[in-house]
C-alpha cells in the first residue's frame, strides 16, 4: 500500500521503498530523541564529577604529565585545548594530550579520569596496540567519508552534464563510491569505540597502580566512561541509520529518473 504517494517526490516510487523511507525516518527521530536524553544525562555527571574534588588533589593537566612520565612518555605534550566544542583528545601526529581549558587545571574526578582515559591512549600507541595502530592510519579517512557523499554527488552531477548528456552513469558511481567511504567510516567508529574502552580500562588500572584514586571514585569514573560510551554507541547507530535512509534515497532517486525518462 502506497504511504507517501500524496507528496510529488514519492509519486514514482514503489511503495515498499516508500514505507522503508518511513521506518528509517521514524527510528532517526527516536534514536535522535535518545541522543539528546543521553547527552543531558552525560552533561549532568560530567559536571556534577567536574565540582567533586578528587582524593589526589591534582588538576588533569598534572595528572596527564605524571602518568605520560611514569610510561616513559615524556616526549608527550600536554596542551590545553581552549574550546568547549573540541573535546579532551590525543594526537599521534602531534604528540599531544589535549585537555580543555574547562577541566585540565580542575581537581576534580572529571579531570582526572579525562586526563587519565586520554594518557592511556597514548600509552597504547607507544606499545604498538593493534587497534590503536588501525584507528591511528585511518582515522582520516572516517572523518573523511561522511562529508565527501555529497561533494561527490555534484562532481558526479557535473561529469553528467558535460561529457555524458545527463545519462546518471557518472552520478551513480559517485554515489557508490560516496556511500562506500561512508560504509568504511561506520566500520571504523565502531574499532575507535574499542580502543576508547581499552584505554578507558588501563586509565584506571594506571590511577589505581599510582594510588590516585579510591575505590569510590573509580566507581564515580566507570560511570562517566560507561555514558560515554552509550553516547557513542547512539552516534554510531544514527550513522547507520543516516547511511541507510542516503542509500534509499539515492534508490528512490533512481526510480523517479527512470519514471520521468519514460514519460518522455
Known amino acids: 500500500m502506497p504511504l507517501l504517494d500524496e507528496y510529488e517526490y514519492f509519486q514514482n516510487v514503489n511503495p515498499a521503498l516508500q514505507w522503508a523511507i518511513f521506518i528509517v525516518g521514524i527510528l532517526i527521530i527516536a534514536v535522535g530523541v535518545v541522543s539528546v536524553g543521553v547527552s543531558l544525562w552525560l552533561m549532568y555527571k560530567y559536571i556534577k564529577f567536574n565540582r567533586t574534588t578528587n582524593s589526589a588533589n591534582i588538576n588533569g593537566r598534572d595528572a596527564a604529565r605524571k602518568l605520560l612520565d611514569q610510561n616513559g612518555l615524556q616526549h608527550i605534550a600536554v596542551s590545553t585545548w581552549g574550546s568547549f566544542i573540541f573535546g579532551n583528545s590525543y594526537s599521534h601526529y602531534f604528540n599531544k594530550v589535549r585537555l580543555r581549558r574547562l577541566t585540565q587545571k580542575k581537581k576534580s574526578i572529571t579531570a582526572l579520569a579525562m586526563a587519565a582515559e586520554k594518557t592511556a591512549l597514548a600509552v597504547l600507541d607507544q606499545e604498538d596496540d593493534p587497534d590503536m595502530r588501525t584507528r591511528v592510519r585511518l582515522t582520516p579517512l572516517m572523518y573523511f567519508g561522511p562529508i565527501a ?116
Open 149 to 264: 557523499f555529497l561533494p561527490l554527488i555534484i562532481i558526479g552531477a557535473l561529469i553528467d552534464y558535460i561529457l555524458f548528456s545527463f545519462t546518471g552513469v557518472a552520478t551513480i558511481i559517485a554515489a557508490l563510491v560516496g556511500l562506500s567511504l561512508y560504509a568504511i567510516s561506520f566500520v571504523l567508529a565502531i574499532k575507535v569505540l574499542k580502543t576508547e574502552v581499552k584505554a578507558q580500562r588501563r586509565a584506571l588500572q594506571m590511577l589505581v597502580d599510582e594510588n590516585m584514586v579510591t575505590a569510590e571514585e573509580t566507581a564515580m569514573m566507570q560511570e562517566l566512561f560507561h555514558i560515554y560510551n552509550i553516547q557513542y554507541v547512539n552516534d554510531i547507530v544514527m550513522a547507520c541509520l543516516e547511511m541507510i535512509m542516503r542509500v534509499l534515497n539515492f534508490v528512490a532517486d533512481q526510480q523517479d529518473a527512470k519514471a520521468f525518462t519514460r514519460d518522455n
